[in-house]
Structure formats: C-alpha cells, structure tokens
C-alpha cells in the first residue's frame, strides 16, 4: 500500500506542473483570438481601413440576422468582408463607430476559435442597436484570423 501512495503522490506532483503549462497556453491562444478581434473594433472606432481588413483570413464571410420590422419574419443577410471595409474607408473622418463589448466568451480547439461576444454600438456616442456577433477564427501560418462573423442586430431589449 505504502509503495502505491508514493506513486500516487509522484503522479500528482508531475502532473501540476503539466497542468499548469498547459492552462497558460490556453490563456495565451484566448488573449490572441480576443486581440485579433479588438483589433477589429479599435480599426472601427479609428476609421482604419487597414487594421480592419487585417483581421481577416481570405474569403471570410460576413452575416447578419434580425427581425424584419414590418413582417416580423427572421432574416438572414449576406455580407461581404470587401463591403465593410469599404465602408470602413468612406466613412466620414468625424464619424466614430463604436462597437462596445460587454464580454468575450471563447472556446478554442486547435486551430479554431469560437468568440460570442454580446455588444451595444454607438455612432458618435449615440445609441444606435445592440445583438450579438459570432466570430469563427482559424490559426493560420499567419496568426489567428477571422473567418466568419454572424451578428444580431435589435433596438429593443438592450438593457
């Protein structure tokens, strides 16, 4: 009994440090997918065009859900990440898209990230909608990139 209490103990001191080494790479690859899309965000508030387009991996796909007004049918639309940026670089220098985020949920599994992050954004400081957005990202050669973005977007229900 004595000599299985020691490996017992033996195994649990290895183990620790293992475990430990492996929650910081897992913190490390979080604090890099969520770097990736603040980036995005802070090129938003900024009017960068550059830094936004950056983020993203080629092809990415860009979405967004919502109720419509009048039918109150659900709705799914079709963007473009060329689209976006574009506006990003049209946008006047005095307009300051503000996408705030109240929190990062991740889950990470190898190369690929899942990010809900639920969100208020304001134009010039002036509420204009809330929901939710949904990023995919996979680690590339080149570093974590998005490759998806799916969001909600209400008036209503934003407390």
Aim: charged share 25%; with cysteine.
């Amino acid at each position: 009994m004595t000599k299985l209490v020691k490996m017992a103990a033996i195994a649990v001191i290895v183990a620790i440090p293992f475990g430990k080494t492996v929650q910081a790479q897992a913190n490390t690859e979080k604090k890099a997918v969520i770097a990736v899309i603040k980036q995005m965000f802070d090129g938003m508030r900024k009017g960068d065009a550059d830094m936004v387009a950056g983020v993203f991996y080629e092809n990415a796909a860009m979405q967004t859900t919502f109720t419509h007004k009048q039918t109150q049918k659900s709705m799914l639309r079709n963007g473009s990440v060329e689209n976006f940026v574009a506006a990003i670089k049209k946008k006047k220098p005095s307009d300051v898209y503000d996408e705030r985020i109240s929190e990062y949920v991740v889950k990470i599994d190898d190369n690929l990230a899942n990010v809900w992050t639920p969100y208020k954004f304001y134009l010039n400081d002036k509420f204009s909608h809330c929901g939710v957005n949904n990023f995919q990202l996979f680690k590339s050669d080149k570093g974590w990139k998005i490759i998806s973005v799916v969001d909600t977007r209400r008036r209503n229900g934003c407390e």
